[in-house]
C-alpha cells in the first residue's frame, strides 16, 4: 500500500480526460438482456443498447465508493453499476470483502451464497465476476480484479478470493470519450523544503493559500524560495538562490476503443480479446516564474533537488464502471554549472505539453510527446566567464488503479554562459588604484526537456504486455532571452 504524504486541499491539480480513440457499437443482442443484471441492487439504465460512447464525468461525492460489477460470457453480463460496496481488501492475499445496502436500509448487508449448481442467485457475488471499485479499504488506488473463488460470509459481507484483471474485460467493445477535471480538495501534499506554498482555487469563489496570491480557477500553484548550497566536487564555493513558483493545470488523457474486441466476439464468441486503441497520458497548462540569483557552485552532472509532491487518484465514471486514476507530481529544481559563472536572471514562462502513449493493432504502444512555451526574460545579467543551467521543472507519473503507465518529465530551464578575460594593471610605485579592463560576451538561453518513459503496467487496458520499458524519446527545444558584452 502506497504511503500517503499528509493530507492537505490543494488545487485542482489533476484533471482527468478520457477520448476514447476507435471503436465500434455495442453488441445489440445483449440489450434486451440487460435487465438480468447480475446484481439486485443495480441502476436501471444499461449502456449494452446504445451504439453511442459510454458517458464521461467526474464520479459525484455519493458515489465515492461506486462499484461495477460484469460478468464476462453471462447473458446480460456487461458491466453495470450496482450497490455491491468493497469493504475491505487484503492486497497480500488478494482477498475482497462484498456487501451491498439493502433496498430501504442505510447498511451493509452480507451478499448472499452460491446455488448449488455452480449458478448464483441475482445480487450474489460469483466466480468469473469482474469487480471495478472506486478506493476502498485497503485498496487507496482503486480496485480492478476477478473472483477466482467465493470464500464464504463474514458479518462484513462475502468474502472473495480474487486476482488481477484487465480493462477490456468490463469495456469489451464499447467506446467512451470525455473531459473531467479534477476536485481540488482530492490531493495530498508533502513539502519537502520549509519555504514552499501551495495555492489553488475552484468555483464558489474557494481559494486557498496565502492571502493575496492570485491562482486561476482549477490550477495549483507552488512557491518556493531556498539557497543553493555548493555542490560535493564542484571546483568552487559559491551562494545562490533560485526562488519562483509553478502553476500547473494537468488533464490525465485516457482512451479506450473496442473494436478488437468486438470483432472478436463476432468471429468467435469470445467476449474480449483487448481494445482496437487505447492511450494513457498527461497534459495541462503550465505558467511559471522564477529566478536565480548569485554563483551557483553546482557541478557538470546536474543536481536535483525536489521541494514538493503531490499525489491524487480522482475517480471517472465511464459509463458504469469508476476508472480510478492515480497521479503523481514532484516539483524540483535542477542545477548544473562549473562554479564560476554569477548571474541575476528571471524568466516568464507560459505554454502547454503533451506526454504519453498511444496503442493501436498495427503498431503497438508508441510515444507522444510535445510541448509548446513561450518566455520572456524579466532581468538579465551574467558577469565573469563560465556556464550555469538551471531547471525548474517537474516530474509526473499517471497510472490506473495503482499500476504506473506513464512517467513524463517537464524541466522548462535557463542556460547562461560568459566568456573573456579579466585585466588589472598598477603603476609601479604609485599609490594609484589599479585599472581593470574587462573583455568579452554573454548569453542568455532558455529552454525545455521533456522525455518519459511509458511502462508494462500498460497492459491494464488488455493490450499485449510491453516486454520491456519504452522511452518517450527527450523532446529538447532552446531559444536565445538575451546577450551582450562584458
Request: charged share 15%; proline share 7%; with cysteine.
Amino acid at each position: 500500500m502506497r504511503k500517503r504524504p499528509s493530507r492537505a486541499l490543494v488545487p485542482a491539480l489533476a484533471a482527468s480526460a478520457l477520448f476514447l480513440a476507435a471503436g465500434c457499437s455495442a453488441d445489440p443482442g445483449q440489450s434486451s438482456a440487460a435487465a438480468r443484471t447480475p446484481d439486485a441492487g443495480a441502476s436501471a439504465t444499461s449502456t449494452a443498447n446504445s451504439d453511442q460512447p459510454l458517458a464521461v464525468a467526474a464520479a459525484p461525492a455519493a458515489a465515492a465508493t461506486s462499484t461495477a460489477v460484469a460478468r464476462p460470457g453471462a447473458a446480460g453480463g456487461k458491466a453495470r453499476k450496482t450497490s455491491l460496496k468493497v469493504k475491505s481488501y487484503d492486497s497480500h492475499t488478494r482477498r475482497a470483502v462484498i456487501s451491498t445496502v439493502a433496498k430501504g436500509t442505510s447498511s451493509p448487508s452480507p451478499t448472499g451464497t452460491p446455488t448449488p449448481a455452480g449458478t448464483t442467485a441475482p445480487g450474489r457475488t460469483a466466480v468469473g465476476d469482474v469487480i471495478a471499485s472506486a478506493p476502498a479499504p485497503g485498496a487507496p488506488d482503486g480496485l480492478l480484479a476477478k473472483v477466482t473463488k467465493v470464500i464464504g460470509e463474514t458479518a462484513d459481507g462475502t468474502e472473495v478470493q480474487t486476482a488481477p484483471t484487465t480493462l477490456d474485460t468490463l469495456l469489451g467493445g464499447d467506446d467512451a470519450k470525455g473531459t473531467v477535471p479534477v476536485d481540488p480538495a482530492s490531493f495530498d501534499v508533502e513539502r519537502l523544503l520549509p519555504d514552499v506554498k501551495v495555492s489553488w482555487a475552484k468555483t464558489g469563489d474557494i481559494h486557498s493559500g496565502p492571502e493575496g496570491t492570485k491562482v486561476p480557477l482549477g490550477s495549483l500553484r507552488v512557491d518556493v524560495a531556498t539557497k543553493v548550497a555548493t555542490a560535493e566536487g564542484a571546483p568552487a564555493s559559491a551562494d545562490a538562490s533560485v526562488s519562483g513558483f509553478v502553476q500547473v493545470k494537468p488533464e490525465v488523457d485516457f482512451s479506450y476503443g473496442g473494436g478488437a474486441s468486438t470483432a472478436a466476439t463476432a468471429s468467435t464468441g469470445s467476449t474480449a480479446s483487448g481494445p482496437g486503441a487505447a492511450y494513457l497520458g498527461i497534459s495541462g497548462d503550465w505558467t511559471s516564474q522564477w529566478a536565480l540569483k548569485g554563483r551557483a557552485g553546482a557541478t557538470a552532472k546536474p543536481v536535483r533537488l525536489p521541494f514538493a509532491k503531490l499525489h491524487a487518484d480522482p475517480v471517472l465514471q465511464v459509463g458504469p464502471i469508476p476508472v480510478v486514476v492515480n497521479l503523481d507530481l514532484t516539483c524540483y529544481f535542477e542545477i548544473s554549472g562549473d562554479g564560476r559563472v554569477t548571474v541575476d536572471v528571471e524568466q516568464d514562462l507560459k505554454g502547454d505539453f503533451k506526454a504519453g502513449g498511444t496503442f493501436g493493432t498495427a503498431a503497438g504502444w508508441t510515444p507522444v510527446n510535445e510541448s509548446h512555451m513561450d518566455s520572456s526574460p524579466v532581468r538579465t545579467s551574467v558577469t565573469t566567464a563560465g556556464s550555469v543551467k538551471a531547471a525548474l521543472g517537474a516530474q509526473a507519473t499517471v497510472g490506473l488503479y495503482g499500476a504506473v503507465g506513464v512517467t513524463a518529465d517537464l524541466a522548462p530551464y535557463l542556460r547562461g554562459e560568459a566568456a573573456g578575460t579579466v585585466t588589472a594593471t598598477t603603476p609601479v610605485g604609485s599609490g594609484t588604484k589599479s585599472d581593470v579592463a574587462a573583455s568579452g560576451s554573454w548569453a542568455l538561453y532558455g529552454g525545455l526537456d521533456l522525455s518519459g518513459t511509458l511502462q508494462i503496467q500498460l497492459a491494464i487496458f488488455g493490450t499485449p504486455v510491453i516486454q520491456h520499458a519504452i522511452p518517450l524519446g527527450t523532446l529538447h527545444r532552446e531559444w536565445k532571452l538575451a546577450d551582450g558584452k562584458m
